[in-house]
Nanobody
Framework: QVQLAESGGGLVQPGGSLRLSCAAS????????VGWYRQAPGKQRELVAV???????NYADSVKGRFTASRDNAKNTVSLQMNSLKPDDTAVYYC??????????????WGQGTQVTVSS
C-alpha cells in the first residue's frame, strides 16, 4: 500500500513563504498525477496544484503566480513552494497521488494532512 509522508507545515506571517514536502513510498514514476489539495474550516477540499503524468501543471486560480508545485522522481518526493502567503491560504494541506491499475481503474492516495496557518 502506498504511503505519503508530509512535512513543512507551520505558522507564517502574511507575505511570507513556506515549502511543503511529501515523500512517497515505492516511487512516483508510475503515477498518473501528483500534487496538493487543501481544506479550510467549513469548506470543501479544493485542488491547489496537480502535475499530470505528462508533466502538465494545473493550479487553482487563487494561487497562480504565488505557488509552484514540483516532482522529483529520483527522490520520490512532491513539493509545493508557497510565496506571498495570505490569510486565506490557511488550511490543512494534503499530498495527493494517483496510480493507474488498469484501463478502467485508478487508485487515489492521500497524506495525513499538514496544517498551514497564515497570521500576523
Amino acid at each position: 500500500q502506498v504511503q505519503l509522508a508530509e512535512s513543512g507545515g507551520g505558522l507564517v506571517q502574511p507575505g511570507g513563504s513556506l515549502r511543503l514536502s511529501c515523500a512517497a513510498s515505492g516511487g512516483i514514476l508510475n503515477a498518473n498525477a501528483v500534487g496538493w489539495y487543501r481544506q479550510a474550516p467549513g469548506k470543501q477540499r479544493e485542488l491547489v496544484a496537480v502535475i499530470t503524468g505528462g508533466g502538465n501543471l494545473n493550479y487553482a486560480d487563487s494561487v497562480k503566480g504565488r505557488f509552484t508545485a514540483s516532482r522529483d522522481n529520483a527522490k520520490n518526493t512532491v513539493s509545493l513552494q508557497m510565496n506571498s502567503l495570505k490569510p486565506d491560504d490557511t488550511a490543512v494541506y494534503y499530498c495527493y497521488l494517483q496510480i493507474r491499475i488498469n484501463w478502467g481503474r485508478v487508485n487515489d492516495y492521500w497524506g495525513q494532512g499538514t496544517q498551514v496557518t497564515v497570521s500576523s
